[in-house]
Every structure is written in C-alpha cells, then in structure tokens.
C-alpha cells in the first residue's frame, strides 16, 4: 500500500511551457485534491474531485486543469506556465468528506523561470 | 469571514520540554478541526480530528484540545523530541462542506533543540 504518489519530485520549467503533475492513490478514496504551498501562506486548495468524472474548482484555479477518469490517478495540468506559478504542490486524497482524513502525498516542487 | 489563525508562528524549545500551540478560528458553521504535522520537504500528515462534541483527543504525545463555544484549539506536546520539529497546521472545515470548505491555518514552526 503505497498511499499517495506524486510525480515528478522536482521540475523547472521556462514560462509559457506546459506539464503534467501525476498523482496516484491506492487506497480506493473516492476524493482527491491538489494544493498549493507558498511560503508564509497556507495551503491553498486549486482543483477538487469527488470521483471519476467529476471535479470542481477551488480556491486558486487559474492556469490549472485537471480530469479524473479513474479513481486512482488525478493529474493536475500547468497549460502555459507562470513565474507566479513557482510553488511546492500536493495532492491529498480522502475516503469521505470533511469529516475524513486527508492523506497527502510528498509534494512536487516546481519552479518557473 | 472564515478564518484559521495559528500562533505561534514559530517556536523553539529543548529537547524534553513541553510546548503548546494554539488555534483560533472563525469558521462557521464549524464541522471538524485537525492537527496535521508536516516535516521539512515532506507532505502533511495527521495528527488529530475532533468534531463539535469532542473536547480532547490524543495521539501518543500529542493531545488536541478544543472549545467550541470559544472557537479555540490547543495541541499540547509532550516530553519534546528531536523529530517533533516541524509545522503544526491547523485545519477546520465547514458542516456540510465539500472538500472546497477546509481552512487552513498558515502553521506554527516548531523547532526542538537538544
């Protein structure tokens, strides 16, 4: 039981150059999300799914994307990337809704020059 | 405006001392309110969960404490060991709420010494 993967662990990307956050879970949560942490600042909710085919936004969408076709996996997409965009980002996932633990992965840190 | 306010925002103590943290919040209509632990370059995990009618809850050395009617949480440590530094983040989400509806506190640093 591997919990929440996230790949890559770090990435550099020029402005304007787009990719691809992976996340995996193995413990069959129907909700999975993914933050954002800048210094100073709490974490800050950008896409949300509540299971397979189904997301919605959250605090700080823009320049994201996201879909879920699977349970498992929930990638979050950077379309044209933004020095603002430089941040170490998470994706948790959880059984239930509030009232359930969130198990977050390891983070990806990326930065945007 | 709902609202999670954490202090402090950074704390050093020794090796073997007790510490507090608090939490104040706003939110409202409160559902639930966590403690995760998150150590340098790693992700969130946690710690405690208390609903509306818990007063306290414990995990080993950490006891969680909540008022509801004050809307303040404390995460008392004990005995403080070395792999206890870290940020404590406190976490409260809305009754009812979607994912979209938890609010994060900025976190307290705390640093042990030996």
């Known amino acids: 039981n591997a919990g929440v993967t996230q790949t890559p662990k770090f990435q550099v990307l020029k402005t304007g150059q787009s990719m691809t956050l992976q996340c995996a879970q193995d413990m069959n949560h129907e909700y999975m999300s993914w933050y954002r942490q800048d210094p100073g600042m709490g974490l800050r909710l950008i896409h949300y799914s509540v299971g397979a085919g189904i997301t919605d936004q959250g605090e700080v969408p823009n320049g994201y994307n996201v879909s879920r076709s699977t349970t498992e996996d929930f990638p979050l997409r950077l379309l044209s990337a933004a020095p603002s965009q430089t941040s170490v980002y998470f994706c948790?996932?959880?059984?239930?809704?509030?009232?359930?633990?969130?198990?977050f992965g390891p983070g990806t840190r990326l930065t945007v020059l | 405006k709902n609202q999670v306010e954490q202090s402090p925002q950074s704390l050093i103590i020794l090796e073997g001392k007790n510490c507090t943290l608090q939490?104040?919040?706003?939110?409202?209509?409160?559902?639930?309110l966590r403690w995760y632990k998150q150590d340098t370059g790693r992700g969130p995990v946690s710690l405690t969960i208390?609903?509306?009618?818990?007063n306290t809850k414990s995990n080993g050395r950490y006891t969680a404490t909540l008022d509801a009617d004050t809307k303040q949480s404390s995460l008392h440590i004990t005995a403080s060991q070395l792999s206890d530094s870290a940020s404590y983040i406190c976490?409260?989400?809305?009754?009812?709420?979607?994912?979209?509806?938890?609010?994060f506190g900025r976190g307290t640093q705390l640093t042990v010494w030996p």
């Open positions: 939490c104040n919040y706003t939110v409202s209509p409160f559902s639930n």
């Open positions: 948790a996932s959880s059984y239930g809704l509030a009232a359930d633990t969130q198990y």
């Open positions: 208390m609903t509306f009618s818990e």
């Open positions: 976490v409260v989400s809305l009754r009812g709420s979607t994912l979209g509806r938890l609010y």
